[in-house]
């Protein structure tokens, strides 16, 4: 079974540049800068954030999910600032059979640092180490080509192609399925 009594205390974790930390609602407009730009959402199949409550809502809906042992979302932090520039975390915790997905977003003056190849990364191991997975899924739209990329960097292998198997906004979409086993 998947380890969840190592998500309380949230665990924080670090490297050189980065800190990985729990989001809180002095995060809000933080994350809110992230959720409502189009750039971001564009590949997500989800509405951006119209108002700061919708963002609100999202951080409260993080804290029962993580209370209610069903995923966990750090925010992610540049040092040596504590300002939240993206996040990411295991959410869909397969318990049963040790499997977890991951999601991430960070903001686009962030992009193509290395920034979120060095979260999964660090969330990865988390999960293997700590939580007990055996894999991780991460679902990707088929034209984002940019987070297959960074998967792929990670050592995820895409599992499936299906066709048009999420309706949002009027459109049937592809997935695009990638994994990480378990090193041995």
Do not use: C
């Amino acid at each position: 079974m998947i380890n969840t009594t190592v998500l309380s205390p949230f665990p924080i974790i670090e490297t050189e540049r980065l800190i990985l930390r729990k989001v809180t609602l002095d995060d809000a407009n933080d994350l809110f800068a992230i959720r409502s730009d189009i750039r971001v959402v564009r590949y997500l199949g989800r509405d951006r954030n119209i108002n700061i409550d919708e963002t609100i809502t999202n951080i409260n809906l993080l804290e029962a999910m993580l209370n209610n042992e069903e995923g966990i979302r750090w925010g992610i932090t540049l040092k040596p600032s504590d300002k939240l520039i993206g996040s990411i975390g295991f959410w869909r915790l397969n318990k049963p059979h040790f499997r977890a997905e991951i999601g991430y977003d960070l903001h686009p003056d962030f992009w193509n640092k290395g920034i979120m190849t060095e979260a999964i990364k660090l969330v990865s191991n988390f999960g293997f180490q700590k939580m007990n997975l055996h894999s991780i899924e991460a679902n990707t739209d088929k034209d984002n080509i940019a987070t297959q990329k960074v998967l792929v960097k990670n050592g995820f292998v895409k599992e499936a192609h299906f066709k048009e198997n999420y309706y949002y906004n009027g459109k049937f979409l592809d997935s695009v399925i990638f994994s990480l086993i378990q090193p041995k």
